[in-house]
Nanobody
Framework: QVQLVESGGGLVQPGGSLRLSCEAS????????MGWHRQLPGKQRQWVAS????????FYGDFVKGRFTLSRDNAKNTMYLQMNALKPEDTGVYYC?????????WGQGTQVTVSS
């Protein structure tokens, strides 16, 4: 059973930073596509960033504009999202996802709140 557990969310002031983590268990995800999505209040879930395969090619949503960086530590079976220059409109629940043999797996989400 593949499980993803996010952590690292919290309350931060505008312009601040947070580092989200997504730890996978039940499978080695080092060669699988993984990504971050978020659900802003009252909105549908939105794609944030993804990393594909063993070459770790990364893609980001346009709204990221260089503020977020996705990385992965294959030895720890963990993916990270470093978020800098956070804005109030980044407030929401952030989820990680992986796709293994066509099957999607989601974490439970971690709340990010950007407010003064």
């Amino acid at each position: 059973q593949v499980q993803l557990v996010e952590s690292g969310g919290g309350l931060v002031q505008p312009g601040g930073s947070l580092r989200l983590s997504c730890e996978a268990s039940g499978a080695d995800v080092s060669r699988d596509a993984m990504g971050w999505h978020r659900q802003l209040p009252g909105k549908q879930r939105q794609w944030v960033a993804s990393v594909f395969g063993s070459d770790s090619t990364r893609f980001y949503g346009d709204f990221v504009k260089g503020r977020f960086t996705l990385s992965r530590d294959n030895a720890k079976n963990t993916m990270y999202l470093q978020m800098n220059a956070l804005k109030p409109e980044d407030t929401g629940v952030y989820y990680c996802k992986t796709v293994i043999h066509g099957q999607e797996y989601w974490g439970q989400g971690t709340q990010v709140t950007v407010s003064s």
